[in-house]
């Protein structure tokens, strides 16, 4: 399933991508009547949904493509309390135990999607109301001690409620794709499955201790990272984008999405050079084209991206590469190469080309956040 669910998502990745791509530039625009942006807009929202299925199928898969750095999980899970309690609603308390701790190896964005459902989960657990209790502390884990987990140090980030609790059959079948003991039409059964997937694709491993009657208390074990979190917050989706009037050279073998993309770097006053390949993009760079900024697909015919950047990054070491991929298995790439998942919008392509010249930090993982020498 798992490569199924990869070559799948390619194809539904790259559909998906002129279509949040276009929509979301005529959100952007305000074009319409008030009728007509109401159904742009549900379209998007229909768009974004189906982009998470695919997510999901992949985390489940163990296959979606993250981008792992140091994470401040205390800093994570403070930020997304408020966002938490709204959800889940006023007959529920939420408490929050963090030991002192140093960063963990994970995704942001995947670890704050996986946080918010193991909240769901639990209220819907908990119908009427109790307590939700969010923790997180470091653990030393000795070979064999918990099980699915190599010998090292992880950060143990906990959600438990009070809610009824799972039988042992219902425990055995937790993690299955598509299980759930919700009603019909209640959820995909996903879930679970995504967050397992998650943390196994990071290198650590997911627990469950629950029972009838006491409640279910489900935790995240992820390796200590190397890298230390950079402390800045991520900007606003809509911030204003530098002034760059540069030449962006954009590969793509796929026609609409190399033309979506086109027009969102227009929008962020690029001068846009196509190419269908990167044996083209090569030719034009001999040619005498100077890009600022190259924007290439991953896995085409011929040259795959990470060929192209790996070749450029020798004869022109001073341009910046971004490569934007659907497919879920992105081997080849070197780590240090800054890289999109299709599909996207035009704020996300704006984040990844800001965040081509940041620096990378170092951390000593026997320290806490905040501890000890930081390197750039």
């Known amino acids: 399933m798992g490569s199924l669910t990869g070559g799948v998502a390619h194809d539904f990745n790259n559909l998906l991508t002129p279509i949040i791509g276009s929509l979301d ?10 009728r007509e942006r109401r159904l742009i807009e549900g379209a998007l929202q229909s768009a974004e ?11 489940f898969a163990r296959r979606q493509p993250l981008q792992p750095t140091g994470v401040d999980v205390a800093k994570v899970i403070d930020s997304m309390t408020g966002l938490i309690e709204s959800t889940i609603g006023p007959t ?7 030991d002192e701790l140093p960063p963990a190896h994970a995704d942001l964005n995947q670890l704050e999607m996986a946080l918010l459902n193991l909240a769901v989960n639990a209220r819907d657990a908990m119908a009427d109301g109790g307590t939700l209790t969010i923790g997180a502390c470091r653990r030393s884990v000795q070979a064999g001690e918990v099980a699915g987990l190599a010998q090292g140090h992880y950060i143990c980030l906990s959600v438990g409620d009070t809610g009824c609790g799972m039988d042992e059959d219902t425990l055995q079948r937790a993690i299955e794709p598509f299980f759930s003991t919700k009603g019909v039409g209640k959820g995909t059964g996903l ?18 201790d629950s029972a009838p009657g006491r409640g279910t208390t489900i935790s995240l074990w992820l390796p200590v990272s190397m890298v230390t979190p950079s402390g800045e917050e991520r900007p606003a989706e809509q911030s204003p984008f530098p002034t760059r009037l540069g030449t962006a050279l954009l590969i793509d073998d796929e026609d609409l999405v190399r033309m979506s993309t086109a027009h969102m ?28 900024v190259l924007i290439t697909d991953h896995l085409m015919p011929g040259m795959s991206g990470a060929d192209l950047a790996r070749r450029l990054k020798h004869s022109h070491p001073a341009l910046p590469v971004l490569i934007v991929s659907g497919y ?10 800054p890289r999109l998942t299709k599909p996207f919008r035009n704020a996300e392509l704006e984040l990844c080309l800001t965040a081509l010249t940041a620096p990378v930090l170092t951390f000593d ?8 020498r930081v390197t750039t």
């Open 191 to 208: 879930g679970l499955s995504m967050v397992h997937g998650l943390t196994a694709q990071l290198g650590g491993g997911l627990t469950i």
């Open 92 to 98: 529920i308390t939420v408490a929050v135990e963090l």
């Open 49 to 59: 949904r189906a982009k998470m299925l695919v997510h999901r199928l992949l985390a």
């Open 25 to 34: 530039m005529l959100v952007r625009k305000g074009v319409g009547t008030d």
């Open 265 to 292: 770097l227009a929008d962020l006053s690029y001068n846009v050079v196509e190419a269908a390949s990167a044996e083209e993009a090569l030719r034009l760079i001999d040619n005498g084209l100077v890009p600022d």
């Open 365 to 372: 993982p026997g320290q806490p956040v905040g501890a000890g």
């Open 328 to 337: 879920a298995d992105e081997s080849g790439i070197d780590a240090d190469i």
